[in-house]
């Protein structure tokens, strides 16, 4: 069973960077596609950022140029660099898991940019 922990969520002001973790356990994490997801209050779940099992990214058009999604196999973990954060970032930010077994969700982290 795949097993996902986020961490580095937390309040930052606009324009302040966070970097986000998400480890990954029970799976062969090199042959997974990893991805982040947000949902804020009231809205649906949307894709932020996608990486593929060869390193191939993807992002919302929101969020390009502003944040980078990366993974290191060596240590089950990929991470998403935000930078330039505004207020309409705030959300749960959800690690995702895909592999030919199917979809895994972490619990999610809280990410608030306010002033």
């Known amino acids: 069973q795949v097993q996902l922990v986020e961490s580095g969520g937390g309040l930052v002001q606009p324009g302040g960077s966070l970097r986000l973790s998400c480890a990954a356990s029970?799976?062969?994490?090199?042959?997974?596609?990893m991805a982040w997801y947000r949902q804020a209050p009231g809205k649906q779940r949307e894709l932020v950022a996608r990486?593929?099992?060869?390193?191939?990214?993807n992002y919302v058009d929101s969020v390009k140029g502003r944040f980078t999604i990366s993974r290191d196999n060596a240590k089950n973990t990929v991470y998403l660099q935000m930078n330039s954060l505004k207020p309409e970032d705030t959300a749960v930010y959800y690690c995702?898991?895909?592999?030919?077994?199917?979809?895994?969700w972490g619990r999610g982290t809280q990410v608030t940019v306010s002033s």
């Open positions: 029970g799976s062969i994490f090199s042959i997974a596609h």
């Open positions: 990486i593929t099992n060869g390193g191939r990214t």
């Open positions: 995702n898991h895909e592999n030919i077994r199917g979809v895994s």
